[in-house]
C-alpha cells in the first residue's frame, strides 16, 4: 500500500492581501405596485430625506414622514420598511454625525451623486445642455425653481414627481434609472443608511429592461462619463421642448404656517426645504410652501 504523501507548502508562497475588487452590481429590487398617492408620498418623503440633514430642520422632517408611513396614503410594506429603517437609523445618529456622512458620502464619493445628469454626461461639455433640458421639464410640468439648487437634483425631481404627479417627472427619473441604480449600489457598497431610501425609489419605477441592466453594469464599472472629444446636441436621455408653452409667471407661494394647516404641498406637508414651486397660473390650494434653501455646496468636483 502506498502512503498518501502531504502536499508540502511553498514557504516562498505569500498569500497577498486584495487591494481592488471588481465593482459590485445589486439586482434591482422587486417593483411593488402602488397607487398614484401612495407612489407620491414615497417621492417626497425620499426628497425630504435625500437632501441635506440640517440640525434645525431634520426632526420635523422625519416627523413628517412618519406621519405619512401610517396615513391614508401609506405605501404597502416592502416599500415603507426600507423608509423606516433610515428613519430609524437617522434618529439613533442624531443630525450631527449625519450630518457628517452625508458630506463624507454624497460630496466625497464619485459614484454617490445626487445630480442626475452627472451619471449621464458626467463633468463635461454637455452638462450645460443636460441641466438645461431639466429645466425645460419642469417647465413644461408648470413649475420653476423655488430654491438656489440644480434642477437635476434627485431631491427636486422626485418632489416634482410627488406634487404634479405629471408623467414628465416619471420619464425624467426613469431615463436616469442608470443613474439611480449606480447610485444604490454605491450606497449599499459603502455602508450608508441612505441606500434605504434609493431602494424605496426604485421599487417605485419600472423594472429594468435588459439594455437598461448592461448599461447599469457598464456604469458601475467605469464610472461617470469624462469629457470627450467633439461636440454633439444629442443628449443620452430624453428631454422636453418648451417653446410652445407660455411663460411661467412670478411665484405666489403660501406661507408654512399655511401649508401646514392645508396640507398644500402634496402628500407630506415638507417640514424641509421646498426645492420646486408652482407657476402662478396653478390653483391656489395646490401651491408650495416657502421655506427655508437648502444648501448651496456644489458637487461639481469629484475624485
Not at 280 to 303: G, H, I, K, T, Y
Given at each position: 500500500?502506498?502512503?498518501?504523501?502531504?502536499?508540502?507548502?511553498?514557504?516562498?508562497?505569500?498569500?497577498?492581501?486584495?487591494?481592488?475588487?471588481?465593482?459590485r452590481l445589486l439586482a434591482a429590487p422587486?417593483?411593488?405596485a402602488l397607487t398614484a398617492p401612495q407612489r407620491a408620498t414615497v417621492h417626497m418623503a425620499a426628497s425630504l430625506l435625500l437632501d441635506y440633514?440640517?440640525?434645525?430642520?431634520?426632526?420635523?422632517?422625519?416627523?413628517?414622514?412618519?406621519?405619512?408611513?401610517?396615513?391614508?396614503?401609506?405605501?404597502?410594506?416592502a416599500v415603507a420598511a426600507p423608509v423606516e429603517e433610515f428613519v430609524a437609523t437617522a434618529r439613533s445618529w442624531g443630525a450631527r454625525v449625519l450630518a457628517e456622512h452625508y458630506v463624507e458620502t454624497f460630496d466625497r464619493r464619485r459614484r454617490c451623486c445626487l445630480y442626475l445628469t452627472y451619471y449621464a454626461v458626467g463633468d463635461t461639455r454637455h452638462r450645460g445642455a443636460a441641466l438645461l433640458a431639466f429645466k425645460q421639464a419642469l417647465a413644461a410640468a408648470g413649475y420653476e425653481m423655488a430654491a438656489d439648487e440644480l434642477p437635476?437634483?434627485?431631491?427636486?425631481?422626485?418632489?416634482?414627481?410627488?406634487?404634479?404627479?405629471?408623467?414628465?417627472?416619471?420619464?425624467?427619473l426613469s431615463s436616469h434609472r442608470e443613474g439611480i441604480e449606480v447610485l444604490r449600489s454605491a450606497l449599499v457598497d459603502a455602508g450608508s443608511p441612505y441606500a434605504h431610501?434609493?431602494?424605496?425609489?426604485?421599487?417605485?419605477?419600472?423594472?429594468?429592461?435588459?439594455?437598461?441592466?448592461?448599461r447599469v453594469r457598464a456604469l458601475v464599472a467605469a464610472g461617470p462619463p469624462t469629457e470627450t472629444v467633439g461636440v454633439t446636441d444629442m443628449l443620452p436621455f430624453p428631454s422636453t421642448p418648451i417653446s410652445s408653452l407660455s411663460p411661467i409667471g412670478p411665484l405666489n407661494t403660501a406661507t408654512a404656517?399655511?401649508?401646514?394647516?392645508?396640507?398644500?404641498?402634496?402628500?407630506?406637508?415638507?417640514?424641509?426645504?421646498?426645492?420646486?414651486?408652482?407657476?402662478?397660473?396653478?390653483?391656489?390650494?395646490?401651491?408650495?410652501?416657502?421655506?427655508?434653501?437648502?444648501?448651496?455646496?456644489s458637487q461639481e468636483s469629484r475624485s
Amino acid at each position: 500500500m502506498i502512503p498518501k504523501r502531504t502536499p508540502k507548502r511553498n514557504p516562498t508562497r505569500v498569500r497577498t492581501p486584495s487591494f481592488v475588487r471588481a465593482p459590485r452590481l445589486l439586482a434591482a429590487p422587486e417593483r411593488v405596485a402602488l397607487t398614484a398617492p401612495q407612489r407620491a408620498t414615497v417621492h417626497m418623503a425620499a426628497s425630504l430625506l435625500l437632501d441635506y440633514p440640517a440640525e434645525d430642520a431634520l426632526q420635523a422632517r422625519l416627523e413628517a414622514v412618519e406621519a405619512a408611513l401610517t396615513g391614508p396614503d401609506a405605501p404597502p410594506a416592502a416599500v415603507a420598511a426600507p423608509v423606516e429603517e433610515f428613519v430609524a437609523t437617522a434618529r439613533s445618529w442624531g443630525a450631527r454625525v449625519l450630518a457628517e456622512h452625508y458630506v463624507e458620502t454624497f460630496d466625497r464619493r464619485r459614484r454617490c451623486c445626487l445630480y442626475l445628469t452627472y451619471y449621464a454626461v458626467g463633468d463635461t461639455r454637455h452638462r450645460g445642455a443636460a441641466l438645461l433640458a431639466f429645466k425645460q421639464a419642469l417647465a413644461a410640468a408648470g413649475y420653476e425653481m423655488a430654491a438656489d439648487e440644480l434642477p437635476d437634483y434627485l431631491p427636486v425631481v422626485l418632489e416634482l414627481s410627488a406634487r404634479s404627479g405629471d408623467e414628465i417627472a416619471q420619464t425624467l427619473l426613469s431615463s436616469h434609472r442608470e443613474g439611480i441604480e449606480v447610485l444604490r449600489s454605491a450606497l449599499v457598497d459603502a455602508g450608508s443608511p441612505y441606500a434605504h431610501l434609493v431602494e424605496a425609489i426604485s421599487m417605485t419605477l419600472p423594472e429594468i429592461d435588459a439594455a437598461t441592466a448592461d448599461r447599469v453594469r457598464a456604469l458601475v464599472a467605469a464610472g461617470p462619463p469624462t469629457e470627450t472629444v467633439g461636440v454633439t446636441d444629442m443628449l443620452p436621455f430624453p428631454s422636453t421642448p418648451i417653446s410652445s408653452l407660455s411663460p411661467i409667471g412670478p411665484l405666489n407661494t403660501a406661507t408654512a404656517a399655511d401649508a401646514a394647516t392645508t396640507a398644500a404641498g402634496g402628500p407630506i406637508d415638507p417640514a424641509g426645504p421646498a426645492e420646486v414651486a408652482e407657476a402662478s397660473d396653478v390653483s391656489e390650494p395646490a401651491r408650495a410652501a416657502s421655506l427655508p434653501e437648502p444648501r448651496a455646496a456644489s458637487q461639481e468636483s469629484r475624485s
